[in-house]
């Protein structure tokens, strides 16, 4: 999937503050579905070949690409480091507890 901004809707410059977390809502909604996916905005670094192939009005920008393919009928869960690994508090490397 390409995810594109409109800038009719939204200034140019605001557009990704939406079209992001709209992308996580579409990586979000693929795993529920058992689909893997992934977010990469490398292809936009060809906006005008990309924008040809599909066509898009110049209002129309390409923001990210998310391939979307099957999973295997048992995925391995993503491993994630423990949250207080991760976190800190008020200044980094201050445990957060």
């Known amino acids: 999937m390409v995810v594109c901004g ?4 939204a200034h140019r410059s605001t557009l990704p503050s939406s079209v992001y977390p709209a ?3 579409l990586l979000l909604a693929a795993n529920a ?3 893997g996916s992934a977010l990469t905005t490398l292809a936009t670094l060809a906006v005008d070949e990309l924008s040809t192939v599909l066509g898009l ?4 920008h390409p923001m990210a690409v998310v391939p979307l393919a ?3 009928d048992h995925p391995v ?3 994630r480091k423990a949250v207080d690994r991760v ?8 445990d957060w507890a």
Do not use: H, K
């Not at 976190?87 to 201050?94: A, C, M, P, W």
């Open 6 to 9: 409109d800038a009719t809707v």
């Open 23 to 25: 992308t996580q809502n």
């Open 33 to 35: 579905l058992g689909l």
């Open 57 to 60: 009005p110049d209002q129309v």
């Open 70 to 72: 099957g999973r295997p």
């Open 77 to 79: 869960p993503p491993r």
């Open 87 to 94: 976190t800190y508090r008020d200044r980094y490397g201050t």
